[in-house]
């Protein structure tokens, strides 16, 4: 019997107490998008990822508006007549990352140090490269290729992937057979020789370089979803929309896929940081991005001949690799964690 002025959500457990008729609301409750937005505001180790990415991300943002979307823009007179042209920010406002400052020394120390070649000042905090550039400028427009490339190669590669796993698991047998043997092969390539051949097939244009580390990481993301769709496909749901007659491309694309994604989207966020040491590995090799455009890689590369001189014009590009490739790592374990429902439920 219900007690005098309870609602009408309200219930006697067994032990005569209130309980609630939304139990089954709040487990609910504990999965989703907005359940894994909260788990990961709650983690430190996520969260201080995020930050770090969105800082490296509006940077990357900043650097491709000025040195690509202006560039752009420049060649209709409409913008061109106000000076709208590439590094238009940095050349009016700041300094510009590719020209050769006429007086100023080179391979200068961060401020205040010294070396041989001179005092550092704070017209150049972190110091200038064998050619008199500002390494901040450079590095800040480097941005532009590391967070791009790691981003878009790890989109063609997680879509690439997620196709031929999602098929091959749903359908199995000679299908599976035979899209695993051909995802095998790519496996069985070191990924860096994979994405040295590409290139040196199609050459070192930037959308290569991308569309070869996508392709080299296609197997990773095909094996891992394959492995969930196996399961899935095996759900009531799926069995339910096959009996209503829908096609296998919808239920692949709205029921099997959505389902299996979780462990491919934390993957993805991890391989962001592994495309990121990918690309810096072929701009310092020379395969990557060619100068004067600025890179990470390449600025690495170019330390090598004075390192003795000035460490410090190798330090800055490598802890900049580190730290994104470690916060992109920090991220994705937090949504692993946010996502496992091992640890949701």
Not at 139 to 165: K, P, Q
Not at 237 to 253: L, M
Not at 262 to 281: F, R, S, W
């Amino acid at each position: 019997m219900a007690t005098t002025g309870s609602t009408e959500d309200d219930v006697l457990d067994a032990d005569g107490d209130v309980g609630s008729l939304h139990k089954d609301d709040e487990i609910e409750s504990r999965v989703g998008w907005r359940y894994t937005l909260s788990q990961i505001r709650g983690d430190p180790t996520a969260l201080g990822g995020l930050v770090v990415i969105a800082f490296m991300s509006g940077l990357a943002l900043f650097a491709t508006v000025d040195a690509v979307v202006f560039d752009i823009l420049s060649e209709y007179q409409v913008f061109a007549q106000y000076g709208v042209r590439k590094y238009w920010i940095a050349e009016t406002f700041w300094i510009s990352p590719i020209k050769e400052p006429l007086e100023t020394p080179r391979l200068l120390p961060p401020a205040p140090l010294e070396n041989v070649y001179g005092q550092g000042t704070w017209a150049h905090p972190l110091g200038t490269d064998d050619r008199g550039r500002d390494i901040l400028a450079r590095l800040v427009y480097g941005s532009r290729i590391a967070i791009t490339v790691g981003a878009i190669a790890t989109v063609v590669g997680m879509v690439g992937g997620t196709v031929v796993g999602a098929v091959a698991g749903y359908y199995g047998g000679r299908v599976d057979d035979l899209l695993m043997r051909a995802v095998e092969t790519l496996y069985a390539i070191p990924f860096f020789i994979l994405v040295l051949a590409f290139i040196a097939v199609f050459g070192t244009n930037l959308a290569f370089v991308m569309v070869g580390v996508g392709i080299a990481s296609i197997p990773t993301f095909a094996r891992l979803i394959r492995s969930e769709v196996v399961s899935v496909r095996e759900k009531a749901y799926i069995e339910a929309a096959t009996a209503a007659g829908v096609r296998d491309r919808n239920i692949i694309r709205r029921h099997v896929i959505p389902n299996s994604f979780a462990p491919v989207l934390v993957q993805g966020t991890l391989q962001i940081g592994t495309a990121i040491l990918i690309v810096a590995g072929l701009s310092f090799l020379g395969f990557g991005v060619q100068p004067p455009t600025p890179s990470w890689g390449q600025m690495l590369s170019k330390s090598r001949a004075v390192m003795i001189e000035n460490v410090w014009y190798s330090i800055w590009p490598g802890l900049c690799i580190l730290v994104t490739v470690v916060a992109f790592n920090m991220f994705g374990d937090g949504l692993r964690d946010a996502l496992d429902p091992r640890l949701n439920n």
